[in-house]
């Protein structure tokens, strides 16, 4: 069989020949030969086979810089691109979604308006970590500013520590300067991303850290929460004591499946095991929330090492017998310690108050 016009090559592999021109100019996919007078492209029919991969992963929106790597590769190496770069466009969509959901339902409750945000509470609020009574070092990290709530909780090695203070450190420029709730979410998970790269970065031979990370960014009266991992948020408002974050940890995928009873949370061996962290994975996949901040509600932030062993029912007299929040750091830290404290602890506590 000889060679193919461009009109028939096309057809074959169901593209145009616009784009097989502009393959060829890009060095993706050059014909076998060129017509010296008519200048038409010729191709080879043993080119099919690429060219329909080429269209293929058209379709699935790669860019043509990345279906160049993907042709170039062995099947097996080109089937586990192919999976890698869907597993990334899987994550940004579902981050996408999230945020459009958030912006659906807070226009929906008429914040139509997007000029500068509308500064009628301030946090008060105090920070403190704790190594407990087993452990010789401290790799959780808490952070308490007018604008930003932060807890975290490292791990791997040595690396923990540096982990979980390089994830805060991330989220710290939120805090310079007030945005729209809105463009403020938007802000916080591109602040996340870049803790996540900030992480993986601490790398070495040995070991990849990794940490959680609970925070939250005020703007106006408006608090953005972000969560990965474990460490958790609680909110008092009244008398109940809500939690507003799931554990990303396999236990809890197990109790949401429903093949485990949520009784055997507390004491299951791999109740600690995440399935997702900052440095953990190629795309780091974090809730995100926009909540109204309203005078005299008190949250707390805390790694699992104050989870996991204060009850509830002592977390909620704590935070609603103690007035200052630095104070009641001391007490919740306390109470951990009176249970043993096996595991390091971090926790803020903050008050909003009306300006």
């Not at 461009?6 to 393959?23: D, E, N, Q, S």
């Not at 790694?303 to 750091?329: F, W």
Request: charged letters at 20%; a negative charge.
């Amino acid at each position: 069989m000889g060679l193919m016009t461009i009109g028939a090559f096309a057809r074959a592999v169901r593209l145009t020949p616009k784009a097989l021109r502009l393959y060829d100019q890009v060095g993706l996919l050059v014909p076998a030969a060129v017509d010296p007078e008519s200048g038409y492209r010729l191709y080879d029919p043993a080119q099919l086979p690429v060219a329909r991969l080429v269209a293929q992963l058209r379709r699935i929106g790669m860019p043509l810089a990345t279906i160049r790597v993907v042709c170039g590769l062995e099947a097996a190496e080109a089937a586990e691109a192919v999976g890698a770069y869907w597993r990334q466009v899987s994550a940004d969509t579902a981050a996408r979604a999230r945020l459009a959901t958030i912006l659906v339902d807070h226009l929906s409750d008429g914040g139509a308006t997007m000029s500068a945000p509308n500064r009628t509470v301030a946090v008060r609020s105090a920070a403190g970590c704790d190594t407990g009574l087993v452990r010789d070092s401290n790799e959780d990290a808490a952070y308490a500013s007018e604008r930003l709530l932060a807890v975290a909780d490292g791990m791997r090695g040595p690396g923990g520590a540096a982990a979980s203070a390089a994830a805060i450190d991330a989220l710290k420029p939120l805090t310079l300067a007030e945005v729209p709730a809105v463009d403020l979410l938007t802000m916080v998970a591109g602040a996340v991303s870049d803790a996540d790269r900030a992480v993986h970065a601490l790398a070495t031979d040995a070991a990849q850290p990794v940490t959680t990370l609970t925070a939250m960014v005020l703007s106006g009266s408006r608090l953005a929460l972000v969560h990965v991992g474990d460490t958790r948020a609680y909110l008092l408002r009244g008398d109940e004591l809500s939690l507003l974050t799931q554990d990303h940890t396999w236990v809890q995928a197990q109790v949401d499946q429903g093949r485990l009873d949520r009784g055997q949370v507390a004491t299951h061996p791999q109740r600690a095991v995440l399935v997702r962290a900052l440095g953990g994975g190629r795309q780091v996949e974090a809730d995100l929330a926009l909540r109204t901040a309203l005078p005299g509600d008190r949250y707390l932030l805390c790694s699992d090492g104050l989870s996991a062993v204060v009850d509830r029912a002592d977390l909620r007299s704590a935070l609603a017998v103690t007035a200052d929040p630095e104070d009641t750091v001391r007490k919740v830290i306390d109470l951990a310690r009176a249970e043993g404290a096996p595991d390091n602890m971090a926790c803020v506590v903050a008050d909003v108050v009306a300006v």
